[in-house]
């Protein structure tokens, strides 16, 4: 077993994942609440005059732009299976997930700007509900020992948390 002290362990693994994902999270609720004081405040008001277009073109580009997400993330796990390395997995499958990650993103925050731009409460539900989508992609040891399709022994490698990668 590897003592180095700099190299991970499954469990810093998880943990930065968490990390990462808890900041993308915390992210767009911020931005979210924010917005959603500023229009209501009258701080920013609320101009634009194309609201049906704008609605329009978040539901189209939250469904394409999340869509296009899952289809990468999911050719990416068909490809990672291949892979004989669980370090080379555990990389790739963290490249993945913040390719799924940042195409969740982008249409709540566009969502979110439309918001803004519209006072158009219709548009901020479809941005809360595209964050409430993106807090069921919370990163686990079960997802991940799924998404990758990971054989036992792997499993077992990624539920120890002490486990050197």
């Not at 920013?44 to 296009?68: D, N």
């Not at 299976?81 to 993103?105: G, H, M, Q, W």
């Not at 803004?116 to 991940?144: C, D, Q, R």
């Given at each position: 077993m590897?003592?180095?002290?700099?190299?991970?362990?499954?469990?810093?693994y998880?943990?930065?994942?968490?990390?990462?994902?808890?900041?993308?999270?915390?992210?767009?609720?911020?931005f979210a609440?924010v917005?959603?004081?500023?229009?209501?405040s009258?701080t920013f008001?609320?101009?634009?005059?194309?609201?049906?277009?704008?609605?329009?073109?978040?539901?189209?580009?939250?469904?394409?732009?999340?869509?296009?997400?899952i289809?990468?993330?999911?050719?990416?796990?068909?490809?990672?299976?291949?892979r004989?390395?669980?370090?080379?997995k555990?990389?790739?499958?963290?490249a993945?997930?913040?390719?799924?990650?940042?195409?969740?993103?982008?249409?709540?925050?566009?969502?979110?700007v439309?918001?803004?731009l519209?006072?158009?409460?219709?548009?901020?539900?479809?941005?809360?509900?595209?964050i409430?989508?993106?807090?069921?992609?919370?990163?686990s040891?079960?997802k991940?020992?799924?998404?990758?399709?990971?054989?036992?022994?792997?499993?077992i490698?990624?539920?120890?948390?002490?486990?050197?990668?």
């Amino acid at each position: 077993m590897d003592t180095n002290p700099l190299t991970p362990t499954t469990g810093s693994y998880l943990k930065s994942l968490k990390i990462i994902f808890g900041a993308l999270l915390a992210g767009q609720v911020f931005f979210a609440v924010v917005a959603w004081f500023m229009i209501k405040s009258g701080t920013f008001p609320a101009t634009f005059s194309f609201e049906k277009i704008l609605l329009i073109a978040v539901i189209l580009l939250a469904a394409a732009i999340i869509g296009a997400g899952i289809y990468i993330f999911n050719s990416r796990m068909t490809a990672l299976s291949e892979r004989r390395n669980f370090s080379e997995k555990l990389n790739d499958y963290r490249a993945a997930l913040i390719v799924k990650y940042a195409t969740t993103e982008g249409p709540s925050f566009f969502a979110i700007v439309a918001f803004m731009l519209t006072g158009n409460m219709i548009i901020l539900g479809i941005g809360i509900a595209i964050i409430a989508y993106f807090a069921t992609l919370w990163p686990s040891v079960e997802k991940m020992a799924g998404d990758m399709n990971l054989n036992p022994g792997e499993k077992i490698k990624l539920e120890n948390p002490d486990t050197m990668i």
